[in-house]
C-alpha cells in the first residue's frame, strides 16, 4: 500500500499485466474477529458508483500483505462497516 496525497492507494497488477490503483476507503479492526480488514474500491474521478472490495490484513516480517475475504463472520464485520460509513455520509 502507498500513500499519495495524503490517501492511501493500493496498486494490484492483473493478469494481463495492466495496473490498477485502488483509493482506500477504509481501514477496520474486529476485536471479536481479532483482524484487521481494509476496504476500498478502484480510483476513479467520476461521479458514479464504484464496487467496493475488501481484504484481511496481515503482519508479516515484511510488511503488510492482503488476503481475500471467505469467512462469514469477516463479511458480516465488513458490511457492518459500510454500513456505519453509509450511514455517517447520510449525516454529512
Known sequence: MS???DHEHIVAIDEDGNEIVYAVITRAHSEELQKDFVLFAEHSDSEE???VQAAQIIQGEDGESLVGVEDD?????????LKELDE?????
Do not use: C, G, M, T
Request: proline content about 0%.
Open 49 to 51: 458508483a464504484v464496487e
Open 73 to 81: 463472520a469477516d463479511w458480516d464485520f465488513i458490511e457492518a462497516v
Open 88 to 92: 455517517a455520509e447520510d449525516e454529512a
Open 3 to 5: 500513500q499519495e496525497h
